[in-house]
């Protein structure tokens, strides 16, 4: 049992990972690149503060409410195929074979390994419809808890990948001062940021930090010059 | 060959929408949420529509952007995983022997039969890979042009989300009055929306429609909330 258990383990940290990814990218970006903006069009911070703190709350609660969804939605998929594929296996027998059968044409097996491998596991049916979910749907039976934790997990890593960006407007009054501090201070965070995801999705770290601190520097120039050109017309 | 072109098309199609689901549900909820904070914080409409835009911006390229990188990582991996299976298949054969062996039996088959679908696999090295990429890493081989029609998909559904809450502060000075019309435009749209997502993911329509609309009210709410009470602090 013991390799099982340990990749479970992986698996789980890995989403957990992938949640904090999630969450904290668009956390880091999206508050700054709209406080950048409105930088550009409003020289008091107190306004860019109001307007960051809501886009951090609308923005938690639209994402993590968005993976709570998502995760949501994945588990109800799961149920309502897991009942059809017990109910082709009974009422539609000679189809589910037919496919499983395809399944190891597909594969590369011979006519002769084809059948005999369809007929061991046609024998038992829940194995059989285990196997069909995974294979010819390619659906994993989701964590009944992974919606909730996910959700959570999603909603406070944008909160605490928006509060950098945005804290240098809390204390210094003129917005084009605050917003020197936050380019550095956010661009920082983005590359460190951006070093460990790539660590994670096992991509070259260098070059996928450079990638992830160019896309939250180019949202915030465009988000700067487009606020600059309403705000002069 | 006809049934394998009807499933490719039916994919492509679903990752279109798909795109389009992830874009236009955040461009509904943020931008909305966003001014629908900043009206309970200020009167006048022309910061808010300065701020909105600023947030679709940066919005539509954060999330346009990081689909591009999703895509390019997803690529990226695959193809140096691509390169280690032929490794490993030519250098740990007996390793990847055992695995292939490991596939089988975990699905159910025999002994004997796990022995000879290993044989016949690994037989025909590049569809071994093939199966081992699918099977044991549950990696698809994703289309290179994925990454660049996805950027634009999800940037360009996220915009046009977007500008539905924003418009009514186009036109109407008084913030106030415009969030009344913003609120009831943006959630008929978010369960029109939610209408036909559910129908694609294929959930209960209604009750999704139903989720996706509460998701939306539920973040324009707390934006609200937390500016007014910044506001007056």
């Not at 923005?59 to 149920?79: F, N, P, R, V």
């Not at 928006?162 to 501090?181: E, R, V």
Request: a negative charge.
């Amino acid at each position: 049992m013991e390799p099982a258990i340990h990749k479970e383990e992986h698996l789980r940290s890995s989403q957990l990972l992938s949640d904090i990814v999630i969450g904290m990218s668009d956390g880091l970006t999206v508050p700054f690149a709209l406080a950048a903006g409105l930088s550009g069009a409003v020289s008091n911070s107190n306004i860019i503060v109001i307007a960051g703190i809501a886009e951090i709350a609308a923005g938690s609660i639209a994402m993590g409410l968005g993976g709570y969804l998502a995760g949501k939605t994945e588990q109800d998929h799961y149920t309502s195929e897991v009942k059809r594929e017990y109910y082709e296996v009974d009422h539609l027998r000679s189809r589910e074979i037919e496919e499983t059968k395809e399944f190891f044409a597909n594969i590369g097996l011979s006519e002769k390994l084809q059948e005999q491998a369809t007929e061991e596991i046609a024998n038992d049916k829940d194995r059989w419809v285990d196997f069909m979910m995974k294979y010819e749907l390619g659906l994993e039976k989701p964590d009944p808890k992974r919606a909730t934790k996910s959700a959570l997990n999603i909603g406070l890593s944008y909160i605490a990948g928006g509060i950098i960006p945005l804290s240098p407007y809390f204390f210094i009054n003129n917005s084009t001062d605050a917003l020197k501090i936050s380019v550095v201070a956010t661009l920082i965070c983005l590359f460190v940021f951006g070093y460990f995801k790539s660590k994670v999705t096992g991509v070259a770290a260098f070059s996928g930090a450079v990638r992830v601190t160019l896309i939250g520097a180019m949202a915030a120039a465009a988000a700067f010059g487009v606020a600059k050109f309403f705000e002069n017309h």
